[in-house]
C-alpha cells in the first residue's frame, strides 16, 4: 500500500506513529520482517480457529497469568538468567518458554 493510500475508517487512521505491530479493525495486520515495517489485509486463515493449537492456548493463558503474578525481583532473576546464558530473550520470554516446556 503506498505511503499515503493507508485506509481511514470513522475518520481514524490506523496507524500513527513510526513503528507498530498486530492486527487493526481485523482488517490489517502490521509486522516486522528483516527490520522493516510491513502490512497487509487479513486473510480469512488469519481469523479462523486453529485445531492444533486450541491444546497449547490455555497452557499458554496459565502462564502469561503466572509471569503477572510473579513479583518483580523473580521477574528480574528471569530476566538476568536469560542474558547470563547469552539468549537473546526478555525476561518474560524466557519465563514463559520454560513454563511451556515444564521447566519451572
Do not use: C
Not at 498486530?22 to 486473510?43: K, L, T
Not at 536469560?82 to 518474560?92: D, F, H, I, K
Amino acid at each position: 500500500m503506498p505511503i499515503g493510500t493507508e485506509p481511514v475508517v470513522d475518520g481514524f487512521l490506523p496507524l500513527s506513529s513510526l513503528s507498530a505491530w498486530g492486527m487493526w479493525n481485523r482488517e490489517i495486520i502490521f509486522f516486522r520482517y528483516r527490520g522493516g515495517d510491513r502490512r497487509r489485509s487479513v486473510s480469512v486463515y488469519d481469523l479462523s480457529v486453529k485445531p492444533h493449537l486450541i491444546p497449547y492456548q490455555s497452557k499458554f493463558a496459565l502462564a502469561v497469568a503466572a509471569w503477572q503474578v510473579l513479583p518483580d525481583p523473580d521477574k528480574k532473576y528471569y530476566s538476568s538468567t536469560a542474558s547470563r546464558r547469552g539468549l537473546q530473550l526478555s525476561g518474560y520470554n524466557f519465563f514463559i518458554s520454560l513454563f511451556l516446556k515444564d521447566k519451572l
